[in-house]
């Protein structure tokens, strides 16, 4: 595609529920990435996969956050039991590679309420 | 990690050139400098980017002085639709992507 996709562009689960946020990166991208965005906020880094391979698991706030990544291509990001406080808007961006001169493209996001 | 600072928000009149700073203190050698701009409801998009001196593109300048420990992004006659967030990021070149975009600059443009 043209752009980095996300899916589902919004999502409402029931607290204690597992929800699975997927992200389609531009073709081509060895790097991903996942941000979190609360309201009012900034961007908080969550994961970073080069390839399948996630060097970077540092920014995943508890053990109920997971992701993986599949053929170099499509990432989920998995939140098992969600929480009140997991409501947020959930980022996904690639990159050509991991250059620090080399610009992100950013999904929609993903709107995900828990109540 | 190399902390930014910018200013939490700026309003500009339509037709005005915008300037906005960011400091960052700590940045190191190899870092980049690259700046982001959102809109409501959508992800980042990228602006600019730049070491050292001055980069030009047809959205936008960024100055960086020679001592890299701030930058300027330079909005030329900013139209209402320049209303948004603007993130200053120091991108480390040993990881090659920014752990936190911090609450950036808020932009409102009026006419």
């Known amino acids: 595609g043209a752009g980095v996709s996300q899916s589902p562009s919004n999502k409402v689960t029931e607290k204690g529920k597992d929800v699975e946020l997927r992200c389609d990166p531009i073709?081509?991208?060895?790097?991903l990435y996942w941000y979190r965005q609360s309201l009012g906020q900034g961007l908080e880094f969550l994961i970073y996969f080069q390839g399948n391979s996630a060097p970077d698991k540092s920014g995943l706030p508890s053990d109920r956050f997971s992701a993986e990544r599949t053929g170099g291509s499509v990432s989920t990001l998995t939140i098992q039991r969600t929480q009140q406080e997991d409501s947020a808007v959930y980022l996904c961006?690639?990159?050509?590679?991991?250059?620090?001169?080399?610009?992100?493209?950013f999904g929609q996001g993903t709107r995900l309420t828990v109540v | 990690l190399a902390k930014t600072t910018q200013p939490i928000s700026m309003d500009s009149y339509e037709g005005q050139e915008v300037n906005i700073t960011c400091s960052h203190n700590n940045i190191a050698t190899n870092d980049y400098i690259t700046w982001y701009q959102q809109f409501p409801s959508q992800g980042p998009r990228f602006i600019i980017q730049g070491y050292k001196t001055k980069v030009t593109n047809e959205v936008a300048s960024l100055f960086i002085p020679a001592d890299r420990k701030s930058s300027t992004l330079s909005l030329p006659r900013v139209s209402l639709s320049d209303t948004a967030v603007y993130y200053c990021l120091v991108v480390p070149s040993n990881s090659g992507y920014a752990l936190n975009f911090g609450k950036g600059t808020s932009l409102l443009v009026t006419p």
């Open positions: 073709s081509g991208h060895t790097a």
């Open positions: 961006a690639s990159s050509y590679d991991r250059a620090a001169n080399t610009e992100a493209f």
